[in-house]
């Protein structure tokens, strides 16, 4: 690139790695070698900004921006057994600047404020995955985007909120691999207190010892879940909305009740493991659907035993996390996007609801393993493994084109497969060298 250079895994602050990404994509539109491919992207993202404010309704367009404003502008309590939503009232004061709009103006600004958060969110899972392994073609910073561009496309023009949570949890994961504990925390803060799911990386905090981490995810969790919502709502109705959320949300999840709001449902949108044991263990898919459900549906449990064995699933997840944390203990900088990228997928099977737009933090996984598939030699057997599941991924889950065919789990059993690929790889072929800075740098030039 003409002018400066950089170093990807030289970087140690967000700031830094951002101004790079900025002149990184800048060399790159100013190519002339990359018109064609920037005339694309461009087209992809105009059309989906110029599409979402024409839709009738969308997530963002209905239940999410008439909650924030009943809440927020017209002090209404929105916590309740009747809400279609089971988000945090620190969740509303971040969606109070969009919603102060007419709807079609915050659906496209919303819109266009996900797809720079999006483009962050590249930068900084390129900055995690070159502090351990050699530098990557330029090529390869494309796949992943790619393999998830339907589902990108699917939270864009919905007005989705998962974008948002995923760079602040990006961006946590940046600082805890450089040793910044309480910056970690802290981010991971704003992450949980909009979404909660992000919580289970504190997991990780807990099973390394890493209590400045801890300590910054409490205090930033006061300030986001009490303090914010204070400036908006005065600290006593911050505290009764805190209170009831918990009561609605929080609480049922820790007790393994049913969360009390109406979110929670095992129609063919929810590719949650729990979605997926309801759908096909039990005889909710035979009567809600019927067709092949009838056919090919074991359906041998209850509600209550398909519970039970959801829970004791989950479980075995954390076991299996923390089997690879004790594993790599010595090899922490080697394995970390590894961990990271299990945990990120664990995400996606812990929690009772996974809509479909969910699926965009395997993002991050997407991206270690095209690395991985890239930088191992041709024959190898762990290559050959995550070559294997990244397919049947992407295979497997091309069949979820119709609410019907969702309702079968496509992309649910295609993604476990691809985790269960993936998780073999990490234990049993993840070489545990770590490479030298200087091996996994990528200069500015070599984007341009």
Not at 158 to 186: E, H, V, W
Not at 343 to 361: C, E
């Amino acid at each position: 690139m003409n002018g400066t250079k950089g170093n990807l895994a030289q970087i140690d602050r967000l700031r830094d790695l951002f101004n790079f990404a900025f002149r990184a994509i800048q060399s790159y539109v100013k190519n002339p070698e990359n018109r064609l491919k920037v005339a694309s992207i461009a087209l992809f993202f105009v059309s989906i900004v110029i599409y979402t404010p024409t839709r009738s309704t969308s997530d963002l367009v209905g239940p999410l921006l008439t909650a924030t404003r009943e809440l927020v502008y017209l002090g209404e309590n929105v916590f309740s057994e009747a809400s279609f939503n089971s988000y945090s009232p620190f969740f509303y004061c971040v969606m109070a600047f969009v919603a102060q709009f007419t709807d079609w103006f915050s659906a496209m600004l919303w819109c266009v404020i996900n797809i720079c958060l999006y483009l962050g969110i590249n930068a900084v899972i390129m900055a995690i995955i070159a502090r351990s392994q050699p530098e990557r073609k330029t090529f390869s910073y494309f796949i992943a985007p790619l393999l998830t561009l339907v589902i990108l496309a699917d939270n864009l023009y919905l007005g989705q909120t998962n974008i948002f949570p995923l760079l602040f949890t990006c961006c946590a994961l940046f600082a805890y691999q450089r040793k910044k504990d309480f910056s970690s925390g802290l981010l991971l803060s704003v992450a949980v207190a909009y979404k909660v799911t992000p919580i289970l990386f504190a997991f990780h905090y807990v099973l390394r010892g890493r209590f400045r981490a801890l300590t910054g995810l409490v205090v930033g969790l006061i300030l986001c879940l009490l303090v914010v919502p204070s400036f908006y709502f005065g600290p006593a109705k911050s505290v009764q909305y805190v209170t009831q959320w918990g009561s609605l949300v929080i609480m049922p999840f820790v007790t393994g009740e049913d969360i009390k709001t109406k979110t929670v449902n095992w129609g063919y949108m929810n590719q949650s493991l729990e979605g997926a044991l309801h759908r096909h263990l039990t005889p909710f898919g035979k009567v809600a659907y019927g067709g092949l459900h009838k056919v090919i549906d074991p359906a041998f449990l209850n509600a209550k035993q398909a519970a039970k064995l959801a829970v004791a699933i989950k479980a075995l997840l954390l076991l299996v996390i923390a089997w690879v944390m004790f594993k790599y203990r010595n090899a922490k900088e080697r394995s970390f996007p590894f961990e990271m990228s299990l945990i990120f997928m664990s995400i996606l099977y812990i929690s009772p609801v996974t809509w479909i737009s969910y699926y965009i933090v395997i993002l991050f996984p997407y991206a270690v393993a095209v690395n991985e598939i890239i930088r191992r030699p041709r024959g190898d057997t762990g290559r050959k493994l995550l070559t294997v599941g990244l397919w049947a991924a992407m295979l497997i889950s091309a069949f979820s084109l119709t609410p019907r065919l969702q309702s079968y789990s496509f992309l649910f059993f295609g993604n476990a497969l691809f985790f269960i690929c993936f998780l073999v790889y990490t234990l049993f072929f993840l070489p545990k060298e770590t490479p030298t800075p200087s091996a996994t740098g990528l200069e500015e030039s070599s984007l341009s």
